[in-house]
């Protein structure tokens, strides 16, 4: 492919017109011409025009619709719906946990039955919740944001919801058939391993694993290509918003840790159905082999969880403090080095494990690094709220509520990071406190401001901002009530992961107001279901723009149309919609006739090519059942991974059939 | 920060004596507790910063206006506060990497060659303690209880026998775990004399839960006539009914575990109950020792532990009776 002559020259655009004026597209080097004259060519989208763009990108209605759509939007809500399903299963997990422990030696629920919930909600909310949901909403608003048609792999983007629905249900079903995994959510050999966990308790655990991480990746490797390759043109990596660089960055710490989860489980699986000895110190094997495999990722996998959290108040922030971000270069400077620094940090939960002792004061030095890009990036947003002039909506509750919660939780993680002090808080309830405050506070907070702020243009209905306020404030009284008093807890000397406890501890007080607390923000998660649902009956309808906010996915209607943008926006600063009240700059030359997306250079994004996007397809679907196949298969037979793999041939080769050049249509681009 | 101050304040005058790291009574939980003080210190300093900055941002501007936000903005003097607060936070934190390294140091380093050595071993869900100075004749094994002369330094060394376990008895040390092929040592210098509680800190199973430990503090003197007891084998039948107790233990599965020296059962899986009755708790702190306790085990261990190592074995009233007469007996 050819570079283009030249940048595109921005054109103006009436937005109540939506004509286009004049703007040079680029083209692939046999399509110069062409689209040069398209470009010259009246530069309206015609009705005729827009019919075809419609007709190109819609989806088979029906159930043959929801199979085979690569519409990242469609994809993305019901990962999010999916998600957020899970997220209320495993929140009833911690209910039922919270009445177990309101009494000393309560009979409530048996120790087998309680390590199974206690594994089902950290599982469910470690892989099925937290880490999918994050990335759905950047499968949303990544294209939309870069001003992109559709995502840079459609079809890999579909087959990921498959695989991970077909993970989470396994590890649901499995519970409700009574082979739920029970050995935590980090499933320690040699526990976890053939000796100690007979059945297929583990094998579920480990193969859901596997699962979840596919998903993930596949997910990670669309986004990081899409923000690289796909951003509008003039949207130069210093005019990103920082929600995409929040998920390039993002994008590529997944890459390169989830591969270490992945081994962590599958040598688990090894030494579970082949008979190695990875796990068995009595066989040269080593225990701490697993643990640092599994915290190699279990600790970036945090931070996974985290930046996105970022990602949302940094948008949410500037919108309602109606002024850019102040810091916008330490932002990004903060979110790479956090995700840097996240690796190297790992032994910080291998303190108690007897690891050299000198070597863990690297380890102590790492951890607390953290503090400063954290620290930084929180006064940015204060400061971006102190210099603006801020309109107190639903999602800035949220961003508060965030600053607030998260800055206690990363405070105690500077505790914990002190080899010594982690030597008496490790494994206690103060962690347990520790780590919902930096996950509730760092992501659930903003999850929930994202929804208030982004709902508008998921659904093109408003939700109640009332209802919003009270969700608001029983969610962030109802989180300090349940985990503040686990800090004293582990104070106290109670650890975690225990089904009871005897009475004259000192511990029942803490462990009923934490139970309160569970049960207020049941409450508010109730509220908050609600409020959806009243508006997807009956909200207020959202115009393209409902907030006055700066970045692209604001420029198209609520909802999107499936293709997006009628034409693709063209970018000169950070705040677009800011810059550019009345007249965003477009550019045309994208096909309307077949699914067509532009792709640019990685850094300047200068329009490089145009390149077809794929068509709906049932093969990714089929794949996802293949891969299933093999995974399930392979707990009870190791024989299910050689048979597995025809069926995952034949669907793989049916996916990736080279299409034949459509050869002659006239009327078409090529 | 400030909140858990007070909380925290409020938590020890009503808990001073439990299990709990802030009320240390051995100098490594000592040196650790100084961590902690300073670490509250100034991760308080900086919360109250940051609270104070956001309520700011927050009433200072506290109205609506509807002109359109602006784009072109100078924050030049914010930028010179940020790099401000980034020293801060620098600052604090190397005060805080140094403070750690520094106890971590004096943590690591040698207490003292003339140590008490004593072999701690995990089990789901119980602890065996041996006592490995001197000829073996000197040496001996107990469950579940460890006693340490005051003012001394103990080496114990962490195994485990199954799963990973950790030991964590928080008002003497920080804990350490007890990993499957290898071997863990932790000193402790205890200073009060005084019974400490500890527990499992790694989740280890079913019955995590009740896997408890007692550190017992005492002189010199105590420590030495409680070591010369332990040394003794179990004492003899006193009466027909102990002596039928004793055959029971025998004839039944419970020698098939469990040791008695001097009784002729020497069962190496389970606790050794040679000196059972001089122990505070049964079942790794699930019970406290008495005779209702003991029956109440003996009769039905899983309903008291479910998925305890230890059967239900089928006994009559009498024999059951007799069993725990005999236990009782074995001080």
């Known amino acids: 492919m050819s570079r283009p002559p030249k940048k595109p020259t921005p054109g103006r655009k009436k937005p109540a017109a939506r004509k286009p004026a004049t703007a040079k597209a680029t083209s692939a080097e046999t399509d110069e011409a062409k689209t040069a004259s398209a470009a010259i060519a009246k530069p309206v989208l015609e009705p005729a025009a827009l019919e075809e763009l419609k007709e190109t990108w819609k989806d088979a209605p029906g159930l043959w619709g929801w199979l085979t759509t690569v519409d990242h939007k469609r994809i993305a809500r019901r990962y999010i719906v999916t998600a957020f399903i899970f997220f209320l299963l495993a929140g009833l997990a911690a209910v039922a946990m919270r009445l177990q422990l309101s009494r000393p030696e309560n009979d409530l629920i048996s120790p087998a039955r309680y390590n199974e919930i206690f594994t089902m909600h950290g599982t469910t909310m470690m892989f099925i919740f937290a880490v999918p949901i994050l990335e759905a909403v950047a499968i949303y608003l990544v294209p939309l944001m870069v001003g992109a048609r559709a995502l840079a792999f459609p079809r890999l983007n579909a087959f990921s919801y498959f695989v991970y629905l077909a993970g989470a249900l396994l590890l649901w079903v499995g519970f409700i058939l009574n082979i739920g995994p029970d050995v935590g959510w980090f499933a320690y050999t040699p526990l976890s391993g053939p000796e100690y966990s007979p059945g297929h308790r583990t094998d579920v655990w480990a193969q859901m694993i596997t699962f979840t991480e596919i998903a993930a990746l596949s997910v990670a490797v669309n986004i990081a290509c899409t923000i690289l390759r796909m951003r509008a043109p003039g949207m130069t990596l210093s005019r990103m918003p920082l929600f995409v660089w929040v998920h390039l960055v993002v994008s590529i710490m997944t890459i390169l840790a989830l591969p270490a989860v992945m081994l962590a489980s599958s040598l688990l699986m090894s030494d579970r159905l082949l008979g190695t000895h990875f796990y068995n110190a009595a066989e040269g094997g080593s225990h701490l082999l697993y643990q640092h495999l599994f915290w190699f990722f279990g600790h970036p996998e945090v931070y996974i969880i985290f930046l996105p959290g970022v990602a949302f108040v940094s948008m949410i922030v500037p919108t309602f403090a109606r002024r850019p971000i102040v810091g916008y270069i330490p932002m990004v400077l903060s979110q790479a080095a956090i995700g840097f620094l996240s690796f190297g940090l790992w032994v910080h939960h291998m303190f108690a494990t007897g690891l050299p002792r000198l070597g863990d004061s690297f380890y102590t030095a790492a951890s607390m690094a953290i503090a400063l890009p954290s620290g930084v990036q929180i006064f940015c947003w204060i400061a971006t709220i102190w210099s603006g002039r801020p309109v107190f909506r639903t999602p800035l509750l949220w961003a508060v509520g965030f600053v607030i919660t998260f800055v206690i939780g990363g405070l105690t993680g500077v505790m914990v990071a002190s080899v010594p002090l982690d030597l008496q808080l490790h494994d206690t309830y103060f962690v347990v406190a520790h780590f919902h405050y930096v996950l509730i506070g760092g992501a659930v907070f903003p999850l929930f401001g994202a929804f208030a702020y982004w709902f508008p243009k998921f659904t093109g209905r408003m939700l109640s901002e009332r209802l919003g306020a009270w969700q608001f404030w029983l969610f962030f009284i109802g989180f300090n009530v349940a985990f503040f008093p686990m800090h004293i807890l582990g104070l106290l000397g109670m650890p975690r992961r225990v089904y009871t406890y005897p009475s004259g501890m000192g511990w029942e007080p803490y462990n009923q107001i934490a139970t309160l607390g569970g049960v207020i923000l049941f409450l508010s998660i109730s509220l908050f279901i609600f409020n959806v649902f009243k508006s997807l009956s009956s909200g207020a309808k959202a115009d393209d723009n409902p907030w006055d906010a700066s970045t692209l996915e604001w420029s198209t209607p609520s909802p999107p149309p499936p293709y997006n943008f009628h034409h693709t926006p063209v970018v000169d600063s950070r705040e677009p919609l800011w810059e550019h009240r009345e007249d965003l700059p477009v550019m045309e030359g994208l096909a309307t006739k077949k699914r067509e997306v532009l792709v640019t250079s990685a850094s300047e994004a200068h329009p490089d090519n145009r390149q077809s996007s794929p068509d709906p397809s049932i093969w990714p679907f089929i794949s996802a059942l293949a891969v299933s196949g093999v995974l399930i298969g392979t707990i009870f037979s190791e024989w299910a991974f050689v048979w597995g793999l025809i069926p995952l041939t034949f669907a793989l080769s049916a996916w990736f059939w080279p299409k034949r050049p459509r050869a002659g249509k006239s009327g078409e681009p090529h | ?331």
């Open chain 2, 1 to 331: 920060m400030k909140r858990a101050a007070l909380l925290m304040a409020l938590a020890l005058g009503a808990c001073s004596g439990m299990q709990t790291p802030l009320a240390p009574a051995a100098d490594q939980a000592e040196q650790i507790r100084s961590i902690w003080d300073v670490m509250l210190w100034v991760t308080s300093f900086f919360y109250l910063l940051v609270i104070g900055f956001l309520a700011w941002a927050v009433w200072r501007r506290r109205r609506k206006e509807t002109a359109p936000p602006r784009t072109q903005v100078h924050d030049q003097g914010l930028e010179r506060t940020l790099a401000i607060w980034a020293g801060m936070i620098v600052a604090g934190l190397t005060l805080l990497i140094s403070w750690s390294f520094l106890v971590d140091r004096s943590l690591a380093s040698t207490q003292d060659d003339q140590a008490l050595h004593i072999t701690v071993t995990g089990a789901q869900w119980w602890w065996r303690v041996e006592y490995t100075d001197g000829t073996p004749d000197k040496q001996f094994e107990t469950a579940n209880e460890i006693h340490l002369p005051v003012g001394e330094t103990a080496r114990i060394k962490l195994m485990t026998s199954d799963v990973i376990h950790s030991f964590w008895v928080p008002n003497l040390s920080g804990k350490m775990d007890m990993i499957p092929g290898r071997e863990n040592v932790i000193d402790i210098t205890p200073r009060k004399i005084g019974v400490y509680r500890g527990q499992c800190a790694e989740f280890c199973g079913f019955q995590h839960a009740h896997m408890a430990l007692t550190v017992v503090v005492e002189s010199r003197e105590d420590f030495n006539r409680w070591r010369n007891h332990q040394l003794t084998p179990a004492a003899p039948p006193a009466s027909p009914k102990h002596a039928l107790g004793k055959a029971v233990f025998k004839a039944k599965a419970c020698s098939l575990c469990h040791e008695i020296t001097g009784a002729d059962a020497g069962g190496r899986t389970a606790p050794n109950l040679t000196h059972l009755a001089s122990r505070r708790t049964i079942a790794a702190g699930t019970l406290p020792m008495n005779r209702g306790s003991l029956a109440g085990w003996i009769s039905d261990p899983q309903a008291i532990k479910p998925g305890a190592k230890m059967p239900n074995v089928p006994m009559s009233a009498a024999e059951s009776d007799a069993l725990v007469t005999y236990l009782e007996s074995l001080k």
